[in-house]
């Protein structure tokens, strides 16, 4: 990464499946994130629980003794049915409550495979990036070719002209965990000029106030 200016990320929230998936490669790819992320001293923010690559993942950061952050909606916790979360965990009352404070404590996301939640969490961080809501980056680890598809989905929305090149900069992908956390350094936000007018901020009118809801 020689002559790039690098981002500090401290703590990278992973998105990723409560099912291990067909594939022992994405078992795998997990432990070896959370690997990655423990030589690079990085802290994981992630789901809480213990399954399925949720549980790969932050079992190998926590064997490498740094910290791990479990954010959990109090519905999943009743007759364990997650299992422990592997470190700290917070409690929350709903599933938006949980990614608006996945957001403020993260420095940047990762999605593994998974499924409906993980796409969910995957773009509802895209369109607050898009909204200058936050300005940090986003990637996919590529998992022999399990984002292939969507991939391939984006661009094609990106000719159709419903999501325009800049905005398409936004989401990263890799096929190693290394070179993505690479990427993920030398992210540079690229804010649309028109988007980067809103004001999120507390004190904004009615109108402007952020809205965590909104979907594009």
Same mark, same amino acid.
């Given at each position: 990464?020689?002559?790039? =200016?690098?981002? %500090?990320?401290? %703590?990278?929230?992973? /998105?990723?499946?409560?099912? =291990?998936?067909? *594939?022992?490669? /994405?078992?795998?790819?997990?432990?070896?994130?959370?690997?990655? +992320?423990?030589?690079?001293?990085?802290?994981?923010?992630?789901?809480?629980?213990?399954?399925?690559?949720?549980?790969?993942?932050?079992?190998?950061?926590?064997?490498?003794?740094?910290?791990? !952050?479990?954010?959990?909606? =109090?519905?999943?916790?009743?007759?364990? !049915?997650?299992?422990?979360?592997?470190?700290?965990?917070?409690?929350?009352?709903?599933?938006?409550?949980?990614?608006?404070?996945?957001?403020?404590?993260? *420095?940047?996301?990762?999605?593994?495979?998974?499924?409906?939640?993980?796409?969910?969490? +995957? /773009?509802?961080?895209?369109?607050?990036?898009?909204?200058?809501?936050?300005? %940090?980056?986003?990637?996919?680890?590529?998992?022999?070719? /399990?984002?292939?598809?969507?991939?391939?989905?984006?661009?094609?929305?990106?000719?159709?002209?419903?999501?325009?090149?800049?905005?398409?900069?936004?989401?990263?992908?890799?096929?190693?965990? *290394?070179?993505?956390?690479?990427?993920?350094?030398?992210?540079?936000?690229?804010?649309?000029?028109?988007?980067?007018?809103?004001?999120?901020?507390? =004190?904004?009118?009615?109108?402007?106030?952020?809205? +965590?809801? +909104?979907?594009?």
């Amino acid at each position: 990464m020689e002559g790039v =200016s690098v981002r %500090k990320i401290k %703590k990278i929230c992973v /998105f990723c499946g409560v099912n =291990s998936g067909k *594939d022992v490669a /994405f078992v795998n790819a997990a432990f070896h994130l959370g690997e990655v +992320l423990g030589k690079r001293k990085i802290d994981l923010v992630y789901g809480g629980g213990k399954l399925g690559l949720m549980g790969c993942v932050s079992t190998a950061v926590a064997q490498h003794e740094r910290q791990v !952050l479990g954010i959990i909606p =109090s519905a999943f916790t009743i007759n364990n !049915l997650v299992g422990e979360t592997c470190g700290k965990e917070i409690k929350v009352a709903t599933m938006q409550e949980r990614l608006v404070m996945m957001m403020e404590l993260s *420095d940047a996301f990762i999605a593994l495979p998974g499924g409906f939640g993980t796409l969910e969490e +995957l /773009f509802q961080m895209i369109s607050w990036a898009q909204l200058n809501i936050h300005n %940090k980056p986003i990637g996919v680890l590529n998992i022999n070719g /399990f984002f292939n598809g969507l991939l391939s989905f984006v661009d094609h929305a990106v000719k159709q002209e419903f999501i325009t090149p800049r905005a398409r900069k936004i989401l990263i992908s890799a096929t190693t965990a *290394d070179e993505l956390v690479d990427k993920l350094q030398a992210f540079r936000f690229e804010s649309d000029p028109a988007l980067s007018k809103l004001k999120w901020s507390p =004190s904004s009118s009615q109108k402007e106030k952020l809205d +965590l809801t +909104l979907r594009l």
